[in-house]
């Protein structure tokens, strides 16, 4: 069982908001800040009692090292971990954009540098990127310890190189290094998704539009498992997948995507991805973004563009949406399911301003509110 999220899709969001939205001349909403200043980026729950949150703080220089804070009775209340050696990146520059956990002491910020921790977020290592490759742009901290991670050659700011393509790299559990890396090609321009269910992971690598490539890797070695077509396959791209136990694999797929509007379906498998089936998801608003599965298979997923949660409660076939509970419509990402009932979701950037929000829901989606990690 994995709860959490981390950020999955390493392109496809980046592509469909370049595409869909340059120009768009949106203004960033501001607030006073809240002392002490804090401002969340990324969230991830490797168990129900211990949590972590990455964010930003003012520390009066130009580049501020982000701040770790960390919970270990489920949220009730929260403590400042520590503080990496690097600050968040804004696109195209140094830093760290996200936090991953595979247990309640082994962690990881990345993204396009790399740090880990191994004391709960206490102190921070940084970890030169495998094979000397430029930047780390995927991460998976798996529950049985091992890491997998998609490096890139091309230089930080540097866009995709055409002529170079991504690498991936499993570590062994526990470690920062050992690095090896998997026979496994991935062109530089693919939208990569990637999840595990104890020592097993599910691989999916996509063009932009059309079928992806899903392998089953175990131990380290790597299986191909099928193609995966979306509906509409020739007008349709894959979004994100996730996995909430041995065999059960879920795919977001969207079609016919613009100006806000998609057609978003989710691909059901309970044979490891052999063979799926098709659930239309109701409601065009909103790009397809980030796939959330809990354990007991509570389903929610993000939108791009409308900053909406789509949710499907367990044992239910109706899809549910809230569209009243973002006060500034700002991008959500990083959701991830704490338990059968409560998930959480960051709003906003934190390297671009402090105005930054976290929300939870506590009853499976229904409703959102607005918290704070301020410690105790």
Same mark, same amino acid.
């Given at each position: ?197 104890? %020592? $097993? /992971?599910?691989?999916?690598? !996509? ?6 490539? &899903?392998? +089953?890797?175990?131990? *380290?070695? @790597?299986?191909?498992? %099928? $193609? /995966?077509?979306?509906?509409? !396959? ?6 994100? &997948?996730? +996995?909430?136990?041995? *065999?059960? @694999? ?127």
């Amino acid at each position: 069982m994995r709860l959490h999220a981390g950020r999955k899709t390493i392109a496809l969001v980046g592509a469909v908001v370049t595409a869909l939205l340059v120009g768009s001349g949106a203004g960033v909403a501001t607030a006073e800040p809240t002392e002490p200043a804090f401002a969340p980026q990324s969230i991830v729950w490797p168990t129900q009692t211990d949590g972590y949150v990455l964010g930003a703080v003012a520390c009066g220089t130009a580049i501020c090292p982000a701040e770790v804070r960390a919970t270990h009775n489920g949220g009730k209340t929260w403590i400042t971990a520590g503080r990496t050696h690097n600050g968040l990146a804004k696109s195209g520059e140094p830093g760290l954009t996200s936090l991953q956990f595979a247990n309640s002491k082994f962690g990881w910020a990345y993204d396009p540098y790399l740090e880990v921790t191994k004391d709960g977020g206490a102190t921070w290592t940084q970890v030169p990127v495998p094979g000397g490759d430029a930047k780390i742009l995927n991460l998976l901290a798996a529950p049985d310890g091992t890491t997998y991670v998609i490096t890139s050659g091309c230089e930080i700011g540097s866009g995709i190189c055409n002529d170079r393509p991504l690498k991936v790299w499993r570590a062994p559990a526990g470690k920062s290094t050992g690095w090896k890396q998997l026979d496994l090609p991935v062109a530089a321009d693919a939208q990569v998704s990637m999840d595990a269910t104890g %020592s $097993t /992971v599910y691989f999916l690598a !996509a063009p932009f539009v059309g079928p992806g490539k &899903l392998s +089953t890797i175990t131990n *380290g070695t @790597v299986r191909p498992t %099928s $193609t /995966v077509t979306c509906a509409d !396959a020739e007008d349709a791209a894959i979004s994100d &997948l996730a +996995t909430n136990g041995p *065999g059960r @694999v879920d795919v977001l797929c969207m079609a016919r995507f613009g100006q806000g509007h998609a057609d978003k379906t989710l691909l059901v498998s309970g044979d490891g991805g052999k063979t799926f089936r098709y659930d239309a998801i109701p409601g065009a608003l909103g790009l397809a973004g980030q796939l959330s599965v809990g354990p007991d298979g509570a389903v929610m997923l993000t939108t791009i563009t409308a900053s909406l949660v789509y949710y499907r409660p367990t044992l239910s076939k109706s899809w549910r949406i809230d569209q009243d509970w973002l006060e500034k419509g700002e991008r959500i990402h990083d959701l991830v399911q704490q338990s059968g009932t409560t998930a959480w979701v960051v709003e906003g950037d934190a390297a671009y301003t402090q105005d930054t929000q976290l929300w939870v829901t506590h009853d499976a989606g229904a409703s959102w509110q607005q918290t704070s990690v301020v410690p105790a």
